[in-house]
Every structure is written in structure tokens, then in C-alpha cells.
């Protein structure tokens, strides 16, 4: 008999078609290889959003800031199905996933817009992460 946690994800949210065959044959993916999946989705959200930003208060000729926001729009599209892939519960995902985007969003903040985090962001950063390790790590 099979546990919640052996029913593949397409299977235990929905029950369409479409999602049953896309992940049927799937192999169980681990901890590590889910973490890098979120780690590249932190990347494409953050940049995704940067690339928004830059469109958004750009001067360049309108041409230019309507690629920027395509690419902007593409970017997150990607971000979006690369959050969903891996099998885990909606709101484990999304709370380890927080985590991950707050270290890449305050790198990408530093490397592309030259501001560094504040003691603020620090401490809320330091209970993102917090957080993010307990819902990784505590089986429960």
C-alpha cells in the first residue's frame, strides 16, 4: 500500500491528465538535487525580477524596455515551472524555496544595484534561513 509520500506529486494534487502523464515514469528525486532545482529557480525569480526593474526605470529607447520586459516575463515563466518540479508539498517547497531566494535575491541586489543588506534585512535574512534549515531537515 502506498503512503502519501510514495504517491507521486501529479498524482496526490491533481488528477489530471495531463499532469498524471508528465511525471508517471519519474524517478524520486533527492534532497540535494531538489535543493539545486531551487537554488536555479531562487536565480531565475531574482533575475527575472531584476531584468523587470531595469526595464521599468531604464531610459533606453522603448524598443529596448519592451525586450527587457520579454525577457523579464520569460525568465519568470521558467522560474515558475522549475519552483513546481520537485515532489514535495506545496507549503514545504515554498517555505525552503523562501529561503533560497532571500540569499540570491540579496546577491543579485549587491552585484547588480550596489546595495548591501542592513542590519534589518540581516536579522529577518537570519530567520529566513532559520527556518528554511528546519523545514529541510526536521522530518516530522
Known amino acids: 500500500m502506498l503512503s502519501g509520500r510514495d504517491i507521486p506529486v501529479c498524482t496526490r494534487q491533481s488528477r489530471g491528465l495531463a499532469l498524471r502523464l508528465c511525471c508517471a515514469k519519474e524517478k524520486p528525486m533527492n534532497n540535494a538535487a531538489i535543493l539545486l532545482l531551487l537554488t536555479l529557480a531562487a ?42 518540479l520537485p515532489p514535495w508539498n506545496f507549503g514545504r517547497l515554498l517555505g525552503v524555496y523562501v529561503c533560497l531566494f532571500f540569499l540570491v535575491a540579496q546577491i543579485i541586489n549587491f552585484a547588480i544595484f550596489g546595495m548591501r543588506p542592513n542590519p534589518p534585512i540581516l536579522a529577518g535574512g537570519t530567520l529566513i534561513m532559520a527556518g528554511g534549515l528546519v523545514m529541510t531537515f526536521w522530518r516530522g
Not at 65 to 83: E, K, P
Open 43 to 84: 536565480v531565475l525569480e531574482a533575475g527575472g525580477d531584476a531584468l523587470a526593474r531595469i526595464a521599468l526605470h531604464s531610459h533606453a529607447v522603448p524598443l529596448l524596455r519592451l525586450g527587457l520586459f520579454g525577457a523579464a516575463a520569460l525568465v519568470l515563466f521558467v522560474y515558475g515551472v522549475s519552483v513546481n
